[in-house]
Every structure is written in C-alpha cells, then in structure tokens.
Nanobody
Framework: VQLQASGGGLVQAGGSLTLSCAASQSINAIGWYRQAPGQQREWVATIFGTTTVVEPSVKGRFTISRDDAKNTVYLQMNSLKPEDTATYYC?????????????WGQGTLVTVSS
C-alpha cells in the first residue's frame, strides 16, 4: 500500500486548506495525523467506511471525507489557527496472517501564519 499526501502550504490564520491522501488501492480506513515541530505525532481524524471521527480540538473546523472512485481521502481544514501548523500525515493499516502492517504517507507541511 502506498499513500501520497498533498495539499499543504502556507495560509493565514482563519484560512482554509484541503489535504489529499491518494492511496494505491481501495482502503476502508485511513487516518490523518499531524506532528508539530518538537512535538509528538497526534491523531487528527479517521474515516472508516462512511463513519468519521475527528479529534475534539479540531471538531467543527476539520472535516474528513473520501472519494472511493479516486481512492482518495480528504481533510478539509477551515478556520485555521497558528497552532494547526504541523506536518500532516495520512496512515492506514492492514492485517495479514495475524501481523499488523502500518503504512504512512510522506507528510505534507501546513504552516498557518498569525
């Protein structure tokens, strides 16, 4: 499984960005994570099937969605704040023969200026 994250960039506080995570195959569950400089990676949102779960601190501002025809998951980010500045990663996992495999995209940098 290969994941390609894109869509990051520089945006002013209050602005919006949409991140994309293109998968090399159909995947049921994909999550978005982020890692700010000097911080640990944290979970942001997950979509599995048509069910979405969003971390409380971004709920109401971030929306995760998918386009199965394109094997792509999106993270729509609105009302961005400087504290949203981070490298954003998408990830999925698969179980094969009782072994869990994790797959990560390369990350896309989001910088929110104040």
């Amino acid at each position: 499984v290969q994941l390609q994250a894109s869509g990051g960039g520089l945006v002013q506080a209050g602005g919006s960005l949409t991140l994309s995570c293109a998968a090399s195959q159909s995947i049921n569950a994909i999550g978005w994570y982020r890692q700010a400089p000097g911080q640990q990676r944290e979970w942001v949102a997950t979509i599995f099937g048509t069910t979405t779960v969003v971390e409380p601190s971004v709920k109401g501002r971030f929306t995760i969605s998918r386009d199965d025809a394109k094997n792509t998951v999106y993270l729509q980010m609105n009302s961005l704040k400087p504290e949203d500045t981070a490298t954003y990663y998408c990830s999925t996992d698969q179980w094969r023969n009782g072994v869990r495999y994790e797959y990560w995209g390369q990350g896309t940098l989001v910088t929110v200026s104040s």
